[in-house]
């Protein structure tokens, strides 16, 4: 069954999962979670993946904070090529731009928004990118924690190993499809 939930719900849901687990491995394992260079990314980590997957909604709270982010990239990237003509800065405006633009043209206000940010793939590869980010096995099981209990209070498990499904079907026959191309070029 299909559940939508509000983002603070999300939040909640995720919040008692990720506490009980970082609760045992600092009662069993000794892990010092308060540590100040490691509560902050997992705080931030825990926030951002437990509503992550709703970015392709157009009016969720994560989208929200996207394009927040995107108009504090632009507005501070715009000052300083204009103090000092930096082209990284101007390459920062650009890719703000065209980050806005994309999530404008994919998200949608409906009900069945769902689509690859509720997929595994796509919490695989933010977990991935997270692990390069954080430098933190931690911090990145976290993620895939919020990511996952996110998917699951939405009742949407079943529907996003579909969907992994096909996407890696439709992955597949087109490497396939590339390797004969080359093969018959090459005259094999
Ligand atoms: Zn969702």
New binding site residues.
């Given amino acids: 069954m299909l559940v939508n939930?509000r983002y603070t719900e999300?939040l909640v849901l995720s919040g008692i999962v990720n506490g009980a687990f970082l609760f045992i491995l600092y009662t069993n394992f000794h892990v010092d979670i308060f540590r100040a260079e490691l509560i902050v990314p997992l705080v931030g980590t825990f926030y951002i993946f437990s509503i992550l997957?709703?970015i392709d909604?157009s009016k969720?709270h994560a989208s929200g904070i996207l394009n927040l982010f995107l108009m504090c990239l632009f507005g501070f990237s715009a000052f300083n090529f204009y103090r000092t003509f930096n082209p990284l800065d101007l390459a920062k405006i650009i890719i703000a731009t065209a980050i806005f633009i994309v999530h404008v043209k994919y998200s949608e206000n409906s009900r069945l928004?769902?689509k690859f940010p509720?997929t595994f793939t796509f919490g695989i590869v933010a977990c991935l990118l997270l692990y390069f980010l954080a430098n933190s096995m931690l911090v990145c099981m976290v993620g895939a924690i919020s990511f996952f209990t996110?998917?699951l209070s939405?009742g949407?498990v079943i529907r996003a190993i579909e969907k992994d499904r096909t996407l890696w079907r439709l992955a597949g026959s087109r490497i396939t499809a590339i390797k004969n191309r080359i093969s018959k070029r090459k005259g094999f």
């Fill in positions: 939930m999300h997957p709703d909604h969720s928004h769902r509720h996110h998917i939405d949407y």
